[in-house]
């Protein structure tokens, strides 16, 4: 069989190199990341002329370089989910037949939001070291080439004396920008000061934030002038491939790249063949895999600035000072597994993106605390705090993240809190630019009700209406509901009619999320996804151990599946 590459939209020498042994045909789409894909498509050029056959049925591949997160775009949208920070996919934006993205966890963060992607092979075919950029100047002030930092050095740095400027791609739409987040979260411990520095980071790296990543480079100084540096960034979080790039532009002042400590996974390029390909198809693409993973295709991964799969460099790779000969091998079948490089897993990527979508995102959200008698059951794993001591300490660290773009306000819920009714307002949904003393005082009047019940409920759709009454535009509206126990509350509502009257109270023109946080092992998952699916948006997320409550809670926050604003 004779491979024909379809390149920039032309068809190249499909007459010349079909013949006797080649019919049919077999169109392969390839949406490569941008950096990767002049790389791919010299690799499947290669393989064309060499006269490569499979099963004697001519391939036709076509290789476009796309930015992944269009990409994540398009197969969110056709598989009915949103991801956060990432917009609709445009009308030019496909879904191929093979998708080689910068970095597994796009396909990580695609598979907890919806269940029927499952990609296959998924191995990885090139890497780039997640590294800090400095420019040259300002990365000898800190010790560079000699000096050998750590990512908590950063974090000083970043919190203390406004000594650095920082910058991040938007982590939401850049993996590298997600995984110098993740690199940053696990640098602080999770002692309150600890959070505090990270809250400080967070918010540092938020002033200095980019959509594109082409956007950030042009914020690094142009020129030595004194007043150009200090106005300039200073640090961000980037690929080794993105210096190698800016410093192949000869710029006045060139960019250092360090290797902080510990090392962060970095992007590993997994080839993933898209879950509604036919078998023909996926042969075609095993192929060209197979293709990709010659010797040769190290030295077309150097050309454009990448490492191999192993994490040894191709002839002519133009190395920055103090890069590593060989970075650690990315592991097999990356993101198609439920984990991405380095072992992360979902839960780990939702934590980092809710923490950020805290902080960058708009929201307005009504917090409701279940203030049952069980709320005073005790958490071994927590010292001995009761749950509803875990859920204050967990409301409050997730106040302290909230930016002042957003708005909350405070319920609490058992049953018989104000005559016959379940629940109680202790703050209305307000900003936090004006009101963050209250709303930070609110939640000590998290307090159990001694014997008291769990009408869940009533309180459920009182909420949903209340945030849906005062619903506004340009935000994400929510519930954050969170709860210990099923329903108990013999003067209440049902749930056939909570689940009807949720699905009357629906309007598309007024979306509201409803999130419900199950605390410890006695709640009903099963009813309380039924709440959650009555609306149009929203989700359930169980903490079957109290103590982990605020992990899930920042999951939670991440996951925007039907969050339309």
């Known amino acids: 069989m004779a491979i024909v590459v379809v390149l920039a939209g032309s068809w190249l020498g499909y007459q010349s190199l079909a013949d006797d042994k080649c019919s049919g045909q077999i169109k392969l789409s390839v949406a490569a990341a941008t950096e990767i894909a002049p790389a791919v498509e010299r690799a499947a050029q290669q393989w064309s002329t060499g006269g490569a056959n499979v099963n004697g049925t001519c391939v036709a591949v076509n290789v476009t370089g796309v930015n992944p997160a269009t990409t994540a775009s398009a197969v969110a949208l056709k598989h009915g989910v949103a991801l956060t920070g990432l917009g609709p996919a445009g009308k030019s934006a496909a879904v191929p037949d093979v998708w080689i993205p910068d970095s597994s966890t796009w396909l990580l963060r695609l598979r907890s939001e919806a269940s029927g992607f499952v990609p296959t092979d998924g191995k990885s075919i090139a890497q780039s070291p997640v590294v800090v950029a400095m420019p040259e100047p300002v990365a000898q002030q800190v010790g560079w080439p000699d000096k050998k930092l750590g990512w908590s050095d950063l974090v000083t740095k970043m919190t203390t004396g406004n000594s650095l400027r920082t910058g991040i791609v938007d982590p939401t739409r850049d993996a590298a920008g997600l995984a110098g987040l993740l690199a940053l979260g696990s640098a602080t411990g999770s002692e309150p000061e600890a959070k505090a520095a990270q809250v400080g980071a967070l918010r540092a790296l938020a002033a200095g934030s980019s959509s594109l990543r082409d956007d950030l480079l042009q914020k690094f100084p142009r020129s030595l002038d004194a007043a150009d540096l200090a106005s300039s960034i200073s640090a961000a ?329």
């Open 237 to 565: 979080p980037l690929s080794e491939e993105d210096v190698v790039a800016y410093n192949a532009e000869r710029p006045q002042v060139k960019l250092a790249a360090l290797y902080l400590d510990p090392t962060p996974p970095a992007l590993d390029y997994p080839f993933a063949v898209m879950p509604e390909v036919d078998l023909t198809k996926s042969a075609a693409a095993t192929g060209l895999r197979e293709a990709l993973e010659q010797a040769s295709f190290k030295n077309e991964l150097a050309a454009s600035g990448l490492r191999a799969a192993d994490g040894t460099v191709g002839t002519g790779f133009a190395a920055p000072v103090g890069a590593p000969q060989a970075s650690p091998a990315a592991a097999a079948g990356s993101g198609t597994e439920g984990t991405a490089a380095g072992g992360l897993d979902a839960g780990a990527l939702n934590r980092a993106l809710g923490s950020w979508a805290a902080i960058t995102l708009p929201g307005r959200a009504l917090a409701v605390f279940d203030v049952s008698g069980s709320m005073l059951t005790k958490v071994p794993t927590a010292g001995g705090l009761t749950r509803a001591e875990v859920t204050r300490r967990a409301a409050a660290q997730g106040l302290a993240l909230f930016d002042d773009k957003w708005a909350v306000g405070t319920w609490v819920f058992s049953t018989e809190l104000e005559g016959k009714r379940a629940w109680r307002e202790i703050e209305p949904i307000s900003p936090l630019s004006s009101s963050r003393a209250q709303l930070q005082a609110s939640i000590q009047q998290i307090k159990p009700k001694v014997g008291g019940q769990t009408g869940l409920y009533d309180t459920a759709l009182a909420a949903y209406k209340n945030v849906q009454d005062s619903w506004q535009a340009g935000r994400v509206n929510s519930v954050l509901l969170f709860t210990d126990g099923a329903n108990k509350n013999p003067d209440g509502i049902s749930r056939s009619t909570l689940v009807s009257e949720l699905k009357k109270a629906n309007d598309p023109r007024r979306p509201v999320r409803m999130v419900i946080i199950g605390i410890g092992n006695e709640v009903d998952r099963g009813e309380l996804e039924a709440i959650a699916k009555a609306t149009s948006a929203g989700g359930v997320f169980v903490a079957p151990d109290p103590a982990k409550i605020a992990d899930i809670f920042l999951e939670a926050i991440s996951s925007r599946s039907g969050a339309a604003s």
